[in-house]
């Protein structure tokens, strides 16, 4: 039997304090809210007890924000695309900020199995005066469990209307794409994190976000798969390729906590659910 769960979570700022409210259908949570910074930033972690999705399934979230609210979302687990008989399984996530919000999207991984059959699509919609930060870290296969990936497809979607758009699918048996030097030249784990306004960002403030990236990417490890650009003046993109996810979100992580400085004057509150 296929899952069909859906989720809205509503962030707006009631009294000085970010309240998140959410209703949802089917198996898709929001664990309580979490003030680790203080009232002005609420910390929410999403979860879906089923801990992955088989082909038919769908996870349809809905994210708001409004006012001056700040979240941050985050998940306690890897998303996992399993095997399909022939339906593909869906993930689905919609954001739309108004007022002066600011929102922060840090799922774990998402890992896609053998022969499975996933479409992982992330929208954002903005006005002039918010802010968004995010990432999307997706495993192809599990190398270090001796289970390549070998069969099936992904397809991955990221879109800001009218602004910035990254659409792609991977098809396991395509070997120039997944081995070639063009392609993914052998490394199974892809992973960016974005900083997306509402309006064009000024020149310097866009320019130094670029230096601070590429800063962190020059003392990395992964500085030869790794790089920084802005494919519009509201967009900031960091993008890496990796053999595996641990040495990528690594790198994420360290751009996440200079970005969160530069643009927000924030240190980087790491959600309890990373150090469990």
Request: charged residues 20%; proline residues 6%; contains cysteine.
């Amino acid at each position: 039997m296929s899952w069909h769960a859906r989720l809205q979570l509503d962030y707006r700022l009631e009294a000085a304090r970010t309240v998140a409210r959410h209703e949802h259908n089917g198996p898709l949570r929001i664990l309580q809210s979490l003030y680790p910074e203080g009232d002005a930033v609420c910390h929410n972690v999403l979860v879906h007890p089923p801990g992955g999705l088989v082909g038919g399934d769908t996870l349809d979230i809905r994210v708001t924000a409004g006012g001056a609210s700040h979240g941050l979302i985050t998940t306690p687990g890897a998303t996992r695309f399993y095997r399909s008989d022939g339906e593909p399984a869906l993930q689905r996530t919609h954001i739309t900020l108004a007022g002066q919000a600011r929102l922060e999207w840090l799922p774990l991984e998402a890992i896609c199995y053998n022969n499975c059959l996933a479409e992982n699509h992330l929208t954002l919609e903005l006005v002039p005066q918010t802010e968004f930060m995010g990432w999307d870290v997706t495993a192809l296969g599990l190398p270090h469990a001796s289970q390549p990936f070998e069969a099936g497809s992904f397809l991955q979607h990221i879109e800001v209307p009218g602004v910035w758009l990254e659409r792609g699918r991977i098809q396991a048996d395509d070997h120039r794409l997944m081995n070639s030097p063009l392609g993914l030249a052998g490394h199974r784990c892809m992973a960016s994190i974005f900083f997306v306004a509402g309006s064009k960002l000024e020149k310097g403030r866009r320019q130094h976000a670029l230096n601070l990236a590429r800063e962190v990417i020059a003392a990395h490890a992964l500085r030869p798969t790794a790089g920084a650009t802005s494919p519009d003046g509201q967009v900031i993109v960091l993008r890496v390729l990796v053999p595996v996810v641990e040495p990528a979100m690594d790198l994420l992580r360290q751009v996440w906590a200079r970005w969160r400085q530069h643009f927000w004057r924030l240190s980087a509150a790491n959600p309890r659910i990373w150090s469990t």
